[in-house]
């Protein structure tokens, strides 16, 4: 089961990916943040920073991905 705020969260990220213009402004914004976190060097840097930036850019060049190319179909018939 999940909670409440996992589903509404969720669920905004797919409502984000559905509009191409939303999807690669969000997309690069989060890309930039991620290459801040990973090229700058700041004191309060941890393993969790660490990670959040490998997740936050995976979303963010998954967004742009998404952007480039449209909605895709799950299969081809």
Same mark, same amino acid.
């Given at each position: 089961?999940?909670?409440? /705020? &996992?589903?509404?969260?969720? !669920? $905004? %990220? #797919?409502?984000?990916?559905?509009?191409?213009?939303?999807?690669?402004?969000?997309?690069?914004? /989060? &890309?930039?943040?991620?290459? !801040? $976190? %990973? #090229?700058?060097?700041?004191?309060?840097?941890?393993?969790?920073?660490?990670?959040?930036?490998?997740?936050?850019?995976?979303?963010?060049?998954? %967004?742009?991905?998404?952007?480039?190319?449209?909605?895709?179909?799950?299969?081809?018939?």
């Amino acid at each position: 089961m999940s909670s409440p /705020l &996992v589903r509404r969260a969720r !669920g $905004l %990220l #797919l409502r984000l990916a559905r509009t191409r213009v939303a999807a690669g402004v969000v997309g690069i914004v /989060l &890309v930039a943040f991620s290459s !801040g $976190l %990973l #090229l700058c060097e700041f004191s309060w840097e941890s393993w969790v920073s660490d990670g959040f930036g490998l997740v936050t850019g995976g979303t963010g060049m998954a %967004l742009v991905i998404t952007a480039i190319s449209g909605r895709q179909p799950d299969w081809v018939e």
